[in-house]
Protein backbone atom coordinates (compact mmCIF):
# COMPACT_ATOMS: atom_id res chain seq x y z
CA UNK A 1 0.00 0.00 0.00
CA UNK A 2 2.53 2.62 -1.30
CA UNK A 3 -0.46 5.54 -0.65
CA UNK A 4 -0.66 4.68 3.34
CA UNK A 5 2.96 4.42 3.50
CA UNK A 6 3.38 7.64 2.44
CA UNK A 7 0.41 9.58 4.62
CA UNK A 8 -0.91 7.15 6.82
CA UNK A 9 -4.19 5.38 7.37
CA UNK A 10 -6.94 5.98 5.08
CA UNK A 11 -9.98 6.08 7.36
CA UNK A 12 -13.34 7.15 5.24
CA UNK A 13 -13.56 7.58 1.11
CA UNK A 14 -16.86 8.36 -0.54
CA UNK A 15 -18.35 9.53 -3.26
CA UNK A 16 -18.84 13.45 -3.39
CA UNK A 17 -20.22 16.34 -6.17
CA UNK A 18 -23.27 15.73 -8.08
CA UNK A 19 -23.18 11.71 -7.84
CA UNK A 20 -23.94 12.43 -3.78
CA UNK A 21 -26.35 14.75 -4.16
CA UNK A 22 -28.66 13.43 -6.73
CA UNK A 23 -27.75 15.43 -9.77
CA UNK A 24 -25.73 13.19 -11.81
CA UNK A 25 -26.36 13.35 -15.67
CA UNK A 26 -24.64 11.94 -18.63
CA UNK A 27 -21.19 11.83 -18.77
CA UNK A 28 -20.72 12.94 -14.84
CA UNK A 29 -17.35 12.14 -13.52
CA UNK A 30 -17.38 10.43 -10.33
CA UNK A 31 -15.19 12.27 -7.49
CA UNK A 32 -14.27 11.12 -4.17
CA UNK A 33 -13.75 12.76 -0.57
CA UNK A 34 -11.46 10.94 1.68
CA UNK A 35 -10.07 11.07 4.75
CA UNK A 36 -6.87 9.71 6.32
CA UNK A 37 -4.44 9.84 9.84
CA UNK A 38 -1.48 10.81 9.59
CA UNK A 39 1.56 8.85 10.32
CA UNK A 40 2.82 10.00 13.95
CA UNK A 41 5.92 11.19 12.85
CA UNK A 42 3.97 13.93 11.38
CA UNK A 43 3.07 15.06 14.83
CA UNK A 44 6.64 14.83 16.72
CA UNK A 45 8.04 17.74 16.96
CA UNK A 46 7.62 21.29 14.84
CA UNK A 47 5.12 19.26 12.76
CA UNK A 48 7.35 20.47 9.83
CA UNK A 49 6.15 17.18 8.44
CA UNK A 50 2.37 17.52 8.44
CA UNK A 51 0.43 17.40 5.08
CA UNK A 52 -3.61 18.87 5.99
CA UNK A 53 -4.66 17.30 2.60
CA UNK A 54 -3.31 15.31 -0.38
CA UNK A 55 -5.55 14.63 -3.66
CA UNK A 56 -4.34 13.49 -6.90
CA UNK A 57 -2.96 15.29 -10.11
CA UNK A 58 -6.62 17.06 -11.09
CA UNK A 59 -7.81 17.45 -7.42
CA UNK A 60 -11.20 14.76 -8.94
CA UNK A 61 -10.36 12.62 -5.73
CA UNK A 62 -8.66 14.55 -2.52
CA UNK A 63 -8.45 13.55 1.01
CA UNK A 64 -8.34 15.30 4.60
CA UNK A 65 -5.85 14.73 7.18
CA UNK A 66 -8.34 14.34 10.27
CA UNK A 67 -7.18 17.09 12.63
CA UNK A 68 -8.00 19.53 9.67
CA UNK A 69 -11.32 17.74 8.94
CA UNK A 70 -12.59 18.21 12.45
CA UNK A 71 -11.28 21.85 12.46
CA UNK A 72 -13.59 22.48 9.73
CA UNK A 73 -16.61 20.25 11.42
CA UNK A 74 -16.05 22.85 14.23
CA UNK A 75 -16.09 25.45 11.93
CA UNK A 76 -19.13 24.31 9.84
CA UNK A 77 -17.83 23.92 6.41
CA UNK A 78 -20.22 22.92 4.14
CA UNK A 79 -18.25 20.19 2.67
CA UNK A 80 -16.99 18.50 5.82
CA UNK A 81 -20.66 18.02 7.35
CA UNK A 82 -21.66 16.99 3.39
CA UNK A 83 -19.31 14.29 4.03
CA UNK A 84 -19.90 13.36 7.97
CA UNK A 85 -23.58 12.92 6.41
CA UNK A 86 -23.04 10.83 3.36
CA UNK A 87 -25.43 8.23 2.91
CA UNK A 88 -24.17 4.50 3.37
CA UNK A 89 -24.99 3.95 -0.42
CA UNK A 90 -22.24 6.54 -1.20
CA UNK A 91 -19.34 5.20 1.29
CA UNK A 92 -16.84 3.47 -0.63
CA UNK A 93 -14.67 3.03 2.62
CA UNK A 94 -15.61 3.66 6.46
CA UNK A 95 -13.41 2.52 9.23
CA UNK A 96 -15.11 1.59 12.80
CA UNK A 97 -12.28 3.64 14.75
CA UNK A 98 -14.23 7.05 13.37
CA UNK A 99 -17.26 5.87 15.52
CA UNK A 100 -16.77 8.36 18.28
CA UNK A 101 -16.73 11.42 15.45
CA UNK A 102 -19.69 10.20 13.62
CA UNK A 103 -21.36 9.79 17.16
CA UNK A 104 -21.05 13.87 17.29
CA UNK A 105 -23.78 14.09 14.19
CA UNK A 106 -26.62 14.99 15.52
CA UNK A 107 -24.86 18.01 17.50
CA UNK A 108 -22.66 19.49 14.47
CA UNK A 109 -25.54 21.70 12.78
CA UNK A 110 -26.16 24.79 14.15
CA UNK A 111 -26.76 28.37 13.29
CA UNK A 112 -22.84 28.81 12.57
CA UNK A 113 -23.40 27.21 9.33
CA UNK A 114 -24.58 30.55 8.18
CA UNK A 115 -21.77 32.27 7.70
CA UNK A 116 -19.77 29.14 6.32
CA UNK A 117 -22.92 28.11 4.03
CA UNK A 118 -23.43 31.75 2.49
CA UNK A 119 -19.64 32.04 2.11
CA UNK A 120 -19.27 28.94 -0.01
CA UNK A 121 -22.41 29.99 -1.98
CA UNK A 122 -20.57 33.47 -2.56
CA UNK A 123 -17.16 31.86 -3.82
CA UNK A 124 -19.85 29.65 -6.39
CA UNK A 125 -21.61 32.99 -7.74
CA UNK A 126 -18.27 35.05 -8.12
CA UNK A 127 -17.39 31.58 -10.25
CA UNK A 128 -20.43 31.95 -12.29
CA UNK A 129 -19.67 35.33 -13.08
CA UNK A 130 -16.74 34.20 -14.86
CA UNK A 131 -14.94 36.34 -12.72
CA UNK A 132 -10.96 35.34 -13.03
CA UNK A 133 -12.34 32.43 -14.80
CA UNK A 134 -9.57 30.78 -17.02
CA UNK A 135 -12.10 29.90 -19.22
CA UNK A 136 -13.28 33.59 -19.76
CA UNK A 137 -9.53 34.10 -20.94
CA UNK A 138 -9.23 35.19 -24.43
CA UNK A 139 -6.95 32.25 -25.94
CA UNK A 140 -5.44 34.42 -28.73
CA UNK A 141 -3.55 36.49 -26.03
CA UNK A 142 -1.86 33.27 -24.15
CA UNK A 143 -1.19 31.55 -27.35
CA UNK A 144 2.29 31.96 -25.90
CA UNK A 145 4.47 33.08 -23.32
CA UNK A 146 5.27 36.63 -24.27
CA UNK A 147 8.54 37.94 -22.38
CA UNK A 148 8.98 41.50 -20.45
CA UNK A 149 9.79 42.80 -24.19
CA UNK A 150 6.61 42.61 -25.45
CA UNK A 151 5.49 44.82 -22.35
CA UNK A 152 8.40 47.30 -22.75
CA UNK A 153 7.15 50.26 -25.21
CA UNK A 154 9.17 52.43 -27.13
CA UNK A 155 8.37 55.79 -28.44
CA UNK A 156 8.10 56.06 -32.47
CA UNK A 157 10.16 60.06 -33.76
CA UNK A 158 7.85 61.37 -35.96
CA UNK A 159 4.65 60.12 -34.47
CA UNK A 160 2.62 59.35 -31.74
CA UNK A 161 2.65 55.54 -31.62
CA UNK A 162 4.97 52.92 -29.80
CA UNK A 163 6.98 49.90 -30.69
CA UNK A 164 7.46 47.68 -28.24
CA UNK A 165 10.96 46.84 -27.53
CA UNK A 166 11.15 43.49 -28.69
CA UNK A 167 10.24 45.11 -31.91
CA UNK A 168 12.40 47.97 -31.73
CA UNK A 169 15.44 45.44 -31.10
CA UNK A 170 14.36 43.53 -34.26
CA UNK A 171 13.94 46.56 -36.60
CA UNK A 172 17.67 47.85 -35.38
CA UNK A 173 19.10 44.33 -35.52
CA UNK A 174 20.26 44.25 -32.20
CA UNK A 175 20.04 41.35 -29.16
CA UNK A 176 18.52 41.40 -25.90
CA UNK A 177 21.53 39.62 -24.23
CA UNK A 178 24.08 42.72 -25.35
CA UNK A 179 22.01 45.24 -24.08
CA UNK A 180 22.41 47.05 -20.13
CA UNK A 181 19.55 49.13 -18.49
CA UNK A 182 19.39 51.79 -16.49
CA UNK A 183 16.32 52.82 -14.60
CA UNK A 184 15.73 56.30 -14.79
CA UNK A 185 15.17 57.67 -10.91
CA UNK A 186 12.68 59.88 -11.14
CA UNK A 187 9.88 57.86 -13.64
CA UNK A 188 7.59 55.28 -12.89
CA UNK A 189 9.00 52.20 -14.92
CA UNK A 190 10.98 54.36 -16.85
CA UNK A 191 14.41 53.21 -18.13
CA UNK A 192 17.43 54.03 -20.35
CA UNK A 193 18.75 51.24 -22.71
CA UNK A 194 22.73 50.79 -23.51
CA UNK A 195 23.97 48.57 -25.88
CA UNK A 196 27.35 46.36 -25.34
CA UNK A 197 28.84 47.34 -29.10
CA UNK A 198 31.84 45.34 -28.96
CA UNK A 199 30.77 42.29 -27.09
CA UNK A 200 28.04 41.46 -30.27
CA UNK A 201 30.13 39.62 -32.90
CA UNK A 202 27.71 39.66 -35.53
CA UNK A 203 26.88 43.25 -35.15
CA UNK A 204 28.46 45.57 -37.96
CA UNK A 205 30.65 48.99 -38.39
CA UNK A 206 27.34 50.56 -39.92
CA UNK A 207 24.68 49.58 -37.33
CA UNK A 208 26.86 51.10 -34.91
CA UNK A 209 25.47 54.01 -33.01
CA UNK A 210 27.65 55.07 -29.97
CA UNK A 211 30.99 57.38 -29.27
CA UNK A 212 31.87 58.54 -32.84
CA UNK A 213 34.93 56.62 -33.96
CA UNK A 214 36.23 55.06 -37.58
CA UNK A 215 35.56 51.60 -38.75
CA UNK A 216 39.01 51.03 -38.35
CA UNK A 217 38.88 52.05 -34.39
CA UNK A 218 35.51 49.94 -34.24
CA UNK A 219 37.41 46.98 -35.37
CA UNK A 220 40.20 47.52 -33.18
CA UNK A 221 37.66 48.28 -29.93
CA UNK A 222 35.89 44.83 -30.71
CA UNK A 223 39.23 42.98 -30.38
CA UNK A 224 39.84 44.35 -26.80
CA UNK A 225 36.18 42.78 -25.81
CA UNK A 226 32.70 44.32 -24.90
CA UNK A 227 31.70 45.65 -21.45
CA UNK A 228 29.94 43.19 -19.91
CA UNK A 229 26.26 44.71 -19.28
CA UNK A 230 24.02 41.97 -17.81
CA UNK A 231 21.40 41.98 -21.20
CA UNK A 232 18.04 42.80 -20.36
CA UNK A 233 16.48 39.13 -19.85
CA UNK A 234 18.40 36.49 -17.37
CA UNK A 235 18.96 33.69 -19.89
CA UNK A 236 17.99 30.38 -17.55
CA UNK A 237 14.54 32.65 -17.32
CA UNK A 238 14.10 34.88 -20.24
CA UNK A 239 9.94 35.16 -18.74
CA UNK A 240 10.98 37.03 -15.72
CA UNK A 241 11.35 40.44 -14.58
CA UNK A 242 14.44 43.14 -16.37
CA UNK A 243 17.72 42.89 -15.40
CA UNK A 244 19.48 45.98 -15.06
CA UNK A 245 23.76 46.95 -15.84
CA UNK A 246 26.14 48.63 -13.89
CA UNK A 247 26.63 51.53 -16.69
CA UNK A 248 30.13 53.08 -17.01
CA UNK A 249 30.14 56.89 -16.93
CA UNK A 250 31.92 56.75 -20.29
CA UNK A 251 28.68 55.06 -21.27
CA UNK A 252 26.12 56.80 -19.81
CA UNK A 253 25.99 60.08 -22.65
CA UNK A 254 24.96 57.32 -25.55
CA UNK A 255 21.75 55.63 -24.34
CA UNK A 256 19.89 54.56 -27.65
CA UNK A 257 16.23 54.95 -26.35
CA UNK A 258 14.13 55.52 -23.09
CA UNK A 259 11.40 52.94 -22.51
CA UNK A 260 8.76 52.46 -20.18
CA UNK A 261 8.01 48.84 -18.97
CA UNK A 262 4.28 47.63 -17.72
CA UNK A 263 5.03 45.40 -15.26
CA UNK A 264 1.27 44.74 -14.16
CA UNK A 265 0.56 44.16 -17.57
CA UNK A 266 3.20 41.38 -17.92
CA UNK A 267 2.02 39.43 -14.68
CA UNK A 268 -1.61 39.74 -15.61
CA UNK A 269 -0.77 38.35 -18.37
CA UNK A 270 1.71 35.67 -16.82
CA UNK A 271 -0.91 34.75 -14.18
CA UNK A 272 -3.80 34.21 -16.80
CA UNK A 273 -1.35 32.57 -19.41
CA UNK A 274 -0.49 29.78 -16.51
CA UNK A 275 -4.18 29.87 -15.30
CA UNK A 276 -5.23 29.35 -18.79
CA UNK A 277 -3.21 26.67 -19.94
CA UNK A 278 -3.23 24.68 -16.51
CA UNK A 279 -7.29 25.01 -17.10
CA UNK A 280 -7.07 23.19 -20.50
CA UNK A 281 -4.89 20.66 -19.15
CA UNK A 282 -7.35 19.84 -16.57
CA UNK A 283 -10.73 20.83 -17.87
CA UNK A 284 -13.95 18.50 -18.05
CA UNK A 285 -14.25 19.37 -22.50
CA UNK A 286 -18.44 18.34 -21.57
CA UNK A 287 -18.50 21.09 -19.23
CA UNK A 288 -16.93 23.54 -21.47
CA UNK A 289 -18.88 22.74 -24.70
CA UNK A 290 -21.93 23.28 -22.32
CA UNK A 291 -21.09 26.42 -21.19
CA UNK A 292 -20.02 28.05 -24.82
CA UNK A 293 -22.34 31.52 -25.59
CA UNK A 294 -22.77 31.92 -22.36
CA UNK A 295 -21.25 34.67 -19.89
CA UNK A 296 -21.85 32.91 -16.23
CA UNK A 297 -20.85 29.17 -15.46
CA UNK A 298 -23.75 26.68 -15.19
CA UNK A 299 -22.27 24.39 -12.43
CA UNK A 300 -21.06 26.97 -10.55
CA UNK A 301 -24.41 28.70 -10.64
CA UNK A 302 -26.49 25.22 -9.39
CA UNK A 303 -23.84 24.73 -6.54
CA UNK A 304 -24.52 28.40 -5.18
CA UNK A 305 -28.12 27.84 -5.29
CA UNK A 306 -28.22 24.43 -4.01
CA UNK A 307 -25.88 25.10 -0.87
CA UNK A 308 -28.40 28.23 0.28
CA UNK A 309 -31.27 25.63 -0.20
CA UNK A 310 -29.74 23.25 1.93
CA UNK A 311 -29.09 25.73 4.37
CA UNK A 312 -32.62 26.82 4.21
CA UNK A 313 -33.56 23.63 5.15
CA UNK A 314 -30.74 22.99 7.88
CA UNK A 315 -31.76 26.06 9.98
CA UNK A 316 -35.29 24.77 9.56
CA UNK A 317 -34.62 21.66 11.84
CA UNK A 318 -34.66 18.96 8.39
CA UNK A 319 -31.39 18.54 8.73
CA UNK A 320 -28.68 18.18 6.24
CA UNK A 321 -30.54 16.88 3.12
CA UNK A 322 -28.45 15.74 0.42
CA UNK A 323 -29.72 13.79 -2.16
CA UNK A 324 -31.83 16.61 -4.08
CA UNK A 325 -34.47 13.55 -5.52
CA UNK A 326 -36.08 12.98 -2.58
CA UNK A 327 -36.39 16.72 -1.85
CA UNK A 328 -37.93 17.93 -5.06
CA UNK A 329 -35.67 20.36 -6.95
CA UNK A 330 -33.30 18.03 -8.71
CA UNK A 331 -34.87 19.01 -12.14
CA UNK A 332 -34.82 22.68 -11.17
CA UNK A 333 -31.14 22.69 -10.51
CA UNK A 334 -30.31 20.56 -13.46
CA UNK A 335 -32.47 23.58 -15.58
CA UNK A 336 -30.00 25.81 -14.27
CA UNK A 337 -26.98 23.77 -15.45
CA UNK A 338 -28.46 23.46 -18.69
CA UNK A 339 -28.94 27.08 -19.20
CA UNK A 340 -32.44 26.95 -19.24
CA UNK A 341 -32.63 30.45 -17.45
CA UNK A 342 -32.08 33.72 -18.27
CA UNK A 343 -29.14 35.60 -16.46
CA UNK A 344 -31.39 38.12 -15.49
CA UNK A 345 -33.69 34.87 -13.70
CA UNK A 346 -30.49 33.17 -12.03
CA UNK A 347 -29.79 36.37 -10.29
CA UNK A 348 -33.02 37.48 -8.79
CA UNK A 349 -32.93 33.32 -7.88
CA UNK A 350 -29.88 33.98 -6.26
CA UNK A 351 -30.40 36.69 -4.24
CA UNK A 352 -34.30 35.60 -3.02
CA UNK A 353 -32.33 32.66 -2.04
CA UNK A 354 -29.94 34.10 -0.03
CA UNK A 355 -32.62 36.20 1.51
CA UNK A 356 -34.59 33.12 2.18
CA UNK A 357 -31.40 31.90 3.44
CA UNK A 358 -31.03 35.05 6.29
CA UNK A 359 -34.44 34.81 7.56
CA UNK A 360 -34.12 31.25 7.99
CA UNK A 361 -31.11 31.16 10.60
CA UNK A 362 -32.66 34.35 12.09
CA UNK A 363 -35.32 32.14 13.44
CA UNK A 364 -33.35 29.08 13.76
CA UNK A 365 -33.64 27.34 17.03
CA UNK A 366 -30.13 25.28 16.35
CA UNK A 367 -27.48 26.09 19.01
CA UNK A 368 -25.01 28.38 18.39
CA UNK A 369 -22.03 26.55 17.35
CA UNK A 370 -21.18 23.11 17.23
CA UNK A 371 -19.47 20.99 20.26
CA UNK A 372 -16.07 22.21 19.38
CA UNK A 373 -14.83 20.55 23.17
CA UNK A 374 -16.62 17.04 21.93
CA UNK A 375 -15.21 17.15 18.69
CA UNK A 376 -11.68 17.57 20.53
CA UNK A 377 -12.21 14.39 22.53
CA UNK A 378 -13.85 12.76 19.13
CA UNK A 379 -10.42 13.67 17.20
CA UNK A 380 -8.40 12.12 20.19
CA UNK A 381 -10.25 9.00 20.19
CA UNK A 382 -9.92 8.37 16.89
CA UNK A 383 -6.13 8.80 16.86
CA UNK A 384 -5.62 6.87 20.11
CA UNK A 385 -7.83 4.07 18.26
CA UNK A 386 -5.20 4.01 15.11
CA UNK A 387 -2.31 4.62 16.28
CA UNK A 388 -2.94 1.79 19.64
CA UNK A 389 -2.01 4.44 22.33
CA UNK A 390 -4.08 5.85 25.21
CA UNK A 391 -3.57 9.33 26.98
CA UNK A 392 -4.22 8.19 29.70
CA UNK A 393 -1.31 5.96 30.15
CA UNK A 394 0.85 9.26 30.29
CA UNK A 395 -0.77 11.40 32.73
CA UNK A 396 0.79 11.50 36.44
Known amino acids: MEWEERNGVELFRSVRGSWLFGLETDGSDIDTFGLFCCPERWLYGTGSEYVGYVADEKHDNYWDEIGKFVKELGKSNPESLCAIYTPADKIIKWDQRLKPLWDLRSELLSKSAFQSFRGYAK ?145 RHCSDYKKYWDWVKNRNPQRYNSNLGHCWDSKNTLHSIRIMRMGIELAEGKGLLLDRRKVGDREELLKIKRHEFQYSEIKEMVLKTEERMKEAFDKSTLSDEPPKDKLEEALIQVRENVYGVSSNKYAN
Open 123 to 267: SQILKMEGLSKAMMIDPTKVKERKSPLNFCWVPRPGSDGAWTLEKWLREKGLKQEYAGLSRLPNGVELYTLYYDWFADPTLPYEKYEGEPMTKEEFEERKKKGGIGYRGILDPTNPTTQLRLSSIPKSESFYPLCTFQFNSNAFS
